[in-house]
């Protein structure tokens, strides 16, 4: 038919046609390419959370082993404190034997010698309200919340009341040494003196106890402080680098979305080339059983070719 010559002539413009849309519709190179180098970025991102992440654990690792170890020096300090407290009361106890006792040999002495001095009777009730007074602002202190300078305030007038206190006591315990009879006052004085030398060896053995332990309760609470100063900049260093981690973390996420939003649209693109092939291909061979085929082909190119459209090739 004279149809076929002008049909035969624009197949060579086709594949051209084809040619030129393909890097627009089949850009495999590049586009794997691209996914490559996500994918290299994707596990570069991990490597990066990886050791940050190892940092981290190590970094929470050496921080629990110096809270282990502080939580350890706690238990330390409480005993020191512990003992120097216990020390100092026994300390305190000893030194009121040994200063009553050389206050009864002085009041031997003074006796002896006519110059007791005559008796305060109002004392003992001077003791009693001076300890009303004491108990009373250390209740308040414990049971009231105050300021910084009422605290202190309050501070000042349990000491002051403390010390007048111990120094009524002494003299009423004086008073008590009045009464010792003077028959045998010498050998009496010279016990007394014993006694309170006995008391006073006491008071220096409980004051070294006191002393070496405040000392090393002094030495722990500073390395506690040292080490609570290297567990906090443990804590930091591991808050660092797991918020690198987790960064880098999210990073690598959202490049593996993206990477598989890639190859999803690849494989769909593929899917759809293959689907169309073997459209093309199923049509080909009923063409093939068909003689009427090829003839109807040429024409609707030919048909194509006159609208100015599209010539597929193939049956």
């Not at 008590?176 to 016990?191: H, Y």
Request: charge should be neutral; charged fraction near 35%.
């Amino acid at each position: 038919m004279t149809a076929d010559a002008p049909a035969a002539s624009p197949p060579p413009t086709a594949p051209a046609t084809e040619s030129a849309a393909a890097p627009a519709v089949d850009a495999a190179p590049k586009t794997e390419s691209d996914v490559r180098n996500l994918q290299d970025k994707f596990n570069h991102l991990l490597d990066q959370r990886n050791s940050f992440n190892d940092l981290a654990r190590k970094a929470a690792e050496e921080r629990n082993q110096l809270n282990d170890h502080r939580r350890e020096m706690a238990a330390g300090i409480d005993g020191h404190k512990t003992a120097r407290d216990a020390a100092n009361e026994e300390m305190r106890k000893h030194k009121e034997l040994r200063n009553a006792y050389q206050d009864q040999a002085k009041a031997l002495i003074a006796q002896k010698k006519g110059k007791a001095g005559g008796l305060e009777r109002s004392l003992p009730l001077m003791v009693r309200k001076l300890r009303n007074d004491l108990q009373a602002k250390i209740e308040l202190q414990q049971t009231t919340t105050l300021t910084v300078a009422k605290e202190r305030v309050l501070v000042e007038e349990i000491s002051a009341i403390w010390k007048d206190l111990k120094e009524k006591e002494a003299e009423l315990k004086k008073q008590q040494v009045v009464a010792v009879e003077l028959s045998g006052a010498d050998g009496d004085i010279d016990a007394l003196f014993a006694k309170a030398d006995a008391e006073h060896e006491e008071v220096l053995k409980h004051q070294k106890v006191a002393q070496e332990n405040h000392e090393k309760f002094i030495a722990a609470v500073k390395e506690t402080r040292v080490l609570v100063n290297e567990a906090n900049a443990k804590h930091a260093e591991f808050v660092a680098c797991k918020t690198k981690a987790d960064e880098n973390h999210n990073k690598a996420m959202e490049l593996r979305e993206k990477v598989m939003s890639i190859r999803n649209d690849r494989k769909a693109a593929f899917d759809a080339q293959r689907t169309e092939i073997r459209e093309v291909n199923q049509t080909a061979r009923r063409s093939v059983s068909d003689p009427r085929a090829i003839e109807r082909a040429q024409e609707s190119a030919l048909d194509q070719l006159k609208k100015g459209g599209k010539i597929q090739l193939g049956f």
